[in-house]
């Protein structure tokens, strides 16, 4: 079982080992999983910042994990998140995410203060 649901802002601050990285121990790490949708956008971050495509999908993938797809049911989630969300800004990437954690029943790791406000039924740790 998946105990951890990776943000793209989580992914992007192992990556560039930025502040809060080192909250996510090998132990999150080995149950993480992220969301196609946010690994799109950890690539579409590191190719505007000039990355080479190819390059910046292998570093999107630095999970051990398998990619998890989006499923039908987690686009249902999603949208349906935006109720609850839309007040705190939260784009599609981010409601993506809380339905794969919803789906999984896991904890969610984003980099992201405002998602402290969230109340979707599963936990939220704010890593900075």
């Known amino acids: 079982m998946n105990s951890a649901v990776l943000d793209a802002s989580v992914i ?23 969301s196609t949708v946010n690994l ?10 000039g990355h080479d495509p190819e390059r910046a999908w ?18 249902k989630t999603a949208g349906s998140l935006i109720a609850k969300t839309e007040k705190y800004g939260l784009s599609l990437g981010d409601r993506s995410c809380l ?4 789906a999984l029943k896991a904890s969610v790791y984003t980099t992201e ?7 979707v039924g599963v936990p939220i740790h704010v890593i900075r």
């Open 58 to 75: 292998r570093d999107a993938l630095i999970l051990e994990s398998a990619p998890e797809p989006f499923t039908v049911d987690q686009a």
């Open 99 to 102: 339905a794969l954690a919803i």
């Open 113 to 119: 203060q405002v998602w402290k406000n969230l109340k």
């Open 12 to 34: 992007l601050a192992i990556l560039f080992q930025e502040r809060g990285a080192d909250a996510m121990t090998d132990e999150i790490m080995a149950g993480a999983v992220a």
């Open 40 to 49: 799109a956008e950890v690539q579409s971050k590191l190719v505007k910042m």
